[in-house]
């Protein structure tokens, strides 16, 4: 019969490796928010960076998610790429950032600044972009997809083909906005101001546009079908080849500046 010590004690100090083993590689992976400042990683998801100047740092493919970036600034950096998704970006700076095909779904950037910022291919699936300052963003096939955009301001804001499908867009400002086939189905956007919005081809079937401005905009070819528009203002708009089926138009100006009854 084999002595007991010595298998125990075999057996106890085996365990204790592979304890050690794990704390090592817990340890070597935890987001190190000092080293990711330092410029030693690009990695730092969950970290607390709240209000750190990270201006045209090169953070292509970094994972960020569910970090705390609130007031942080990014102007110029590229984050192409990146994850932020679930990040709270409260008030950061991202004017003129490359965020190409990043990942910012339910991401937190009310009062963010995106001012000139490429975010071609972009998610931003759920995101809360209320009263985030766009102007002339590039959002070209962007997922905006059920995203909360109350009284952003997206002042000729490229879009084209952007998905902005249930998406909340009460008080926005679209004012010039070139929103060829864009996706707005569904969309909640009472009080939207799109004087001279470019809406070729767009899809806005079962959306709400009550009280709306669209004077001047081309609504060309758009599908309207299920929409609701009363009171909205649709003096001298291009409504031609547009599918008005179900269209509610009560009290709308239309393009001939007639009351629709």
């Known amino acids: ?17 592979c304890a050690s083993a794990a704390v090592h590689r817990a340890s070597a992976q935890a987001p190190d928010p000092a080293a990711f400042l330092a410029g030693q990683t690009k990695d730092c998801p969950g970290c607390n960076l709240a209000g750190v100047s990270l201006k045209r740092r090169n953070l292509a493919g ?3 998610a569910g970090a705390n970036l609130a007031g942080a600034s990014f102007h110029r950096a590229v984050l192409r790429g990146a994850n932020l998704s679930g ?32 975010a071609s291919r972009a998610n931003f699936s759920r995101a809360n972009l209320s009263e985030a300052l766009m102007g002339s963003i590039r959002l070209l096939n962007g997922r905006l997809d059920r995203a909360i955009l109350t009284e952003a301001d997206l002042e000729a804001a490229l879009l084209n083909d952007a998905n902005f499908s249930n998406a909340t867009l009460n008080g926005a ?12 189905s ?15 081809d767009a899809n806005l079937s079962g959306a709400k546009f009550g009280e709306s401005v669209f004077y001047l905009a081309d609504l060309s070819g758009a599908n309207l079908s299920g929409a609701d528009l009363n009171h909205a203002v649709l003096r001298s708009a291009n409504m031609g080849n547009t599918n008005q089926t ?3 138009f009560t009290g709308a100006m239309m393009p001939d500046n007639t009351i629709h009854p």
């Open 87 to 118: 990040a709270d970006l409260t008030g950061a700076n991202l004017n003129k950032t490359d965020l190409i095909q990043a990942n910012l779904s339910n991401a937190k950037l009310a009062n963010a600044m995106l001012f000139e910022a490429d």
């Open 1 to 17: 019969m084999r002595p007991i010590l010595p298998i125990i004690a075999t057996v106890t100090f085996a365990w204790a490796l």
């Open 186 to 200: 569904g969309a909640v956007a009472n009080s939207t101001e799109l004087t001279q919005a470019n809406l070729r």
């Open 246 to 248: 179900g269209t509610v």
């Open 173 to 184: 400002n679209l004012h010039q906005g070139r929103m060829l086939r864009v996706n707005m």
């Open 62 to 64: 970094a994972n960020l």
